[in-house]
């Protein structure tokens, strides 16, 4: 099995940074595309940065180049850095990693329990 650890939520405010990790650990042959989303309630959860194992990244719209995605394949870990926060980037953010437990084996998506970043004044 495979555990995602999140980390580095706080509360801040706006125009503030922050930055998120997600560390993976467990039964880890290899990893994939790792991203970063987030919900608020009521919505669905979505796509915030994604990052492929040959470094390519996406971002939603919204980030507006606001956020950078990283990942430190070594220690099997993802970042976010979140700059010029507002109040509408409050949510619960969450790291998905793609992960091959064994040589020849599937991919399949593994999630973290989530992080709450709150932005206000």
């Known amino acids: 099995q495979v555990q995602l650890v999140e980390s580095g939520g706080a509360s801040v405010q706006p125009g503030g940074s922050l930055r998120l990790s997600c560390e993976a650990s467990?039964?880890?042959?290899?990893?994939?595309?790792v991203g970063w989303y987030r919900q608020t309630p009521g919505k669905q959860r979505e796509m915030v940065a994604v990052i492929t194992s040959s470094g390519s990244t996406n971002y939603a719209d919204f980030v507006q180049g606001r956020f950078t995605i990283s990942r430190d394949t070594a220690k099997n870990t993802v970042y976010l850095f979140l700059n010029s926060l507002r109040t509408e980037d409050t949510a619960v953010y969450y790291c998905?990693?793609?992960?091959?437990?064994?040589?020849?084996?599937?991919?399949?998506?593994?999630w973290g329990q989530g992080t709450q970043v709150t932005v206000s004044s």
């Open positions: 998905n990693q793609q992960v091959r437990t064994a040589p020849g084996g599937v991919i399949t998506d593994y």
């Open positions: 467990g039964s880890i042959f290899s990893t994939y595309g």
